[in-house]
Every structure is written in C-alpha cells, then in structure tokens.
C-alpha cells in the first residue's frame, strides 16, 4: 500500500509561517488534498489537487507538490490554526486507494 | 448546503454487528459522479478509508476488512449505510461518512464529512 509520511508536530509563534509536509514515493505525480481536524470535531477540507481552496479557507492556507513531498503552508498563523492536519491522496494501484497521511499536530506557541 | 449525519449505536458487543447510517441532504446518489464514503478513526489516531458507494450502485472496500464490510444505498431517503460484521474492540472508533468530489477523474477529495460518531466495542 502506498504509505504518507508527515512530522507528528510542528510548533510555531503567532504570525509565522507554518509549513507541513507530506511524503511519499513521487507523490508529485498525485492530487494531494490537505485537512484540518480541531479536538472533537471532523475534518474539514482546507485545499484538494496540491492548492486549490475551498470556498471559505483563507489565502493563507496554501499548499505545493513536487517530487516526494508535498507541502501544506499556513502563512501568519493563528491561534485557532491548532489543529491535526492530514494529507491525503488516492492511488489506484494502493490498497487501500484512499490514502491518508499519518496527521500533523500543529501548536501555535 | 451540503450536509451528512451519522447515526447508529454508540456501544457494540465484541462479535456483534454494527449498522451505521448516512443521512445526507444537498446533493443526491442518482446524480452522475456522486460518491459517499466511511472513513474512521481510532482514539488519538490516523485516518482510515473504509468503502465507497457511487451513483451508480458500484461499490469498493478496504481489502482488510472487505469480508466484514458492506456499503448500500438508498437513493429516495438520501441514506447510505454501512455494515460491519464481527466486531472487535480494535474496531473502537469515530465512524465519519463524507461525500467524496473530484475534478473529473476517478479518486478525489471528501468534502464536506458528517460530524461523526464514537462507536465502543466492549462486553
């Protein structure tokens, strides 16, 4: 099965940048969709194919693939950006084809 | 406004089954390209792709739990449904149901997802 590799945390001061990465084996070559999931709640969608947003989701959330590495950045962060974030991607030669990475926890310092 | 609600018992017995429903409204799963799937999550946990139902009735699952697993639909209540077999505490979880979207081809994205619901699997 095709396996996303992400850093279990990151921390960052209010208003810097938090980057976010996401491994795997030409990852490049996939839509990476990236998603945000406070304590107690669902995930929510915050960009699909690399660094598209949603409707709704601030311009400092944005995201690039390249490679084996994608990477969701949130630019002059935010107290209520902290959040586990989850990259995901589908792989039709995986098992299984829905893949999620292994989730984030982002901590605003 | 696309929403989706889980719903189902929040405590199994081990080797019981569980049903869980999707009730969904904004969209529906007789329109073309539409999907709706599970996903859960363990306490402290990853995220986990569980199966798949779309508009036209074809349905996919986790090679891992396949055998225990089976996604339906029904298009006039706006419901999908899932069913899995043989429950085991390891299978403790946050069961979410989410639509899935794509740009045009197969896979995609899951936006939005219901709110989710604690399932406990203990005697």
């Known amino acids: 099965s095709y396996v996303l590799t992400q850093p279990p945390s990151v921390s960052v001061a209010p208003g810097q940048t938090a980057r976010i990465t996401c491994g795997g084996n030409n990852i490049g070559s996939k839509s990476v969709h990236w998603y945000q999931q406070k304590p107690g709640q669902a995930p929510v969608l915050v960009v699909y194919d690399d660094s598209d947003r949603p409707s709704g989701i601030p311009e400092r959330f944005s995201g690039s693939n390249s490679g084996n590495t994608a990477t969701l950045t949130i630019s002059r962060v935010e107290a209520g950006d902290e959040a586990d974030y989850y990259c995901?991607?589908?792989?039709?030669?995986?098992?299984?084809?829905?893949?999620f990475g292994t989730g984030t926890k982002v901590t605003v310092l | 406004q696309v929403t989706l609600r889980e719903s189902g018992p929040a405590l199994v017995k081990p080797t019981q089954t569980l049903t869980l429903t999707c009730t969904f409204s904004g969209f529906s799963l007789s329109t073309s390209g539409m999907c709706v799937s599970w996903v859960r999550q363990p306490p402290g946990k990853a995220l986990e792709w569980l199966a798949l139902?779309?508009?036209?009735?074809?349905?996919y699952y986790s090679t891992s739990l396949k055998t225990r697993l089976t996604i339906s639909k029904d298009t006039s209540k706006n419901q999908v449904v899932l069913t899995m077999t043989n429950m085991d505490p390891v299978d403790t979880a946050t069961y979410y149901c989410?639509?899935?979207?794509?740009?045009?081809?197969?896979?995609?994205?899951?936006?939005?997802w219901g709110q989710g619901t604690l399932v406990t699997v203990s005697s």
């Open positions: 139902i779309d508009w036209d009735d074809d349905k």
């Open positions: 989410a639509r899935i979207l794509s740009s045009g081809g197969p896979g995609g994205w899951f936006d939005p």
């Open positions: 995901q991607v589908w792989d039709s030669s995986s098992d299984p084809p829905y893949v």
